[in-house]
């Protein structure tokens, strides 16, 4: 009997011993994978975005013009001097109001857009086509949005101001009238970017159990109360990608708003983006230029963080 109990037990020993090899095997396959997966993604990004941002923030600490190979290191002039240049506060003001603007419009108006495209009293077609002609511009390059933009901006053959006299208005100067055309700059770039958070405020509403709503609706809630306490609450998720991506490419836009408006009147529309290319490009004051990369670099990310950590605690909350 105790030789019988002793050879089924050697017998099940092995067996787990051959379960565990063969299973440490195909774990091992698994990670041999993973990494040859990883290994050209992350040889493209040390490429095309470590090094260069490390570059970046060395050229910031010299005087160079881009071409020669002479580099004088100058420590911290470059920035010292940054806020003394022509335009650099007018600039900067037009770049914040121009991210807080374009963010705040695109997130309110692709939520309400999203909530109408989401609406099943719509036919399939129709939701479908509706879905399509918002997300169109979002394909299309910030070149050839700018350049659309702008002729429709036009105050003699622009179709706007069109429009506008045959309704009996008075043409309007969009392009060259200080504010106006900050606001004609930001809804160019709220019509290119609306799309994408449509898709993604569509996917999280999607995610909702409708149960939640029937239930909402039985204890007598409005379609106000449902959206107040239910939607927006369980869309913050879908909130905080949208204002991060969104406020991140707003900072970091160039050609969408220099070809609607020139940067004209004035600095009034001109942004920090525009000047990196005016000192880099332009003047031959390449560290300059990388300075002030660096330092909205550092300005998109303390903004991003402190959206990230005041989101975040909101959708904890929910």
Request: charged share 15%.
């Amino acid at each position: 009997m105790s030789q019988a109990h002793t050879a089924r037990s050697s017998h099940s020993r092995f067996e787990r011993h051959s379960r565990f090899e063969r299973h440490s095997s195909f774990e091992r396959a698994r990670i041999r994978t993973g990494v040859a997966f990883l290994v050209p993604t992350t040889l493209l990004c040390i490429l095309f975005i470590i090094v260069p941002l490390v570059n970046v923030v060395i050229y910031s600490f010299h005087d160079w013009n881009g071409v020669s190979k002479d580099m004088a290191y100058i420590g911290l002039d470059n920035y010292r001097m940054l806020p003394s240049t022509e335009g650099f506060w007018q600039m900067a003001v037009a770049t914040l109001a121009f991210a807080v603007g374009t963010t705040a419009l695109v997130i309110v108006l692709s939520f309400i857009l999203a909530l109408a495209l989401d609406s099943k009293n719509r036919g399939r077609f129709t939701r479908g086509l509706f879905r399509t002609l918002w997300f169109f511009p979002c394909i299309l390059s910030g070149s050839v949005v700018g350049i659309v933009w702008r002729i429709m901006y036009n105050y003699n053959n622009g179709v706007i101001n069109a429009i506008l006299k045959m309704a009996g208005l008075s043409p309007v100067n969009w392009l060259e009238t200080y504010g106006l055309t900050n606001l004609a700059v930001i809804f160019a770039a709220v019509w290119a970017q609306a799309g994408l958070c449509i898709v993604i405020f569509l996917a999280g509403l999607q995610s909702i159990s409708p149960e939640l709503h029937e239930a909402a609706a039985i204890d007598g809630a409005s379609m106000g109360q449902i959206r107040r306490h239910i939607t927006i609450p369980m869309m913050a998720p879908s909130i905080t990608i949208n204002v991060l991506t969104t406020s991140i490419a707003a900072f970091k836009m160039y050609e969408l708003p220099w070809l609607v408006s020139g940067g004209l009147p004035g600095y009034s529309t001109r942004l920090l983006t525009q000047r990196i290319y005016f000192f880099a490009f332009q003047s031959g004051k390449f560290g300059v230029g990388s300075a002030l990369a660096v330092i909205l670099i550092l300005i998109i990310t303390a903004i991003s963080l402190v959206q990230l950590v005041v989101l975040r605690k909101r959708e904890d909350i929910y």
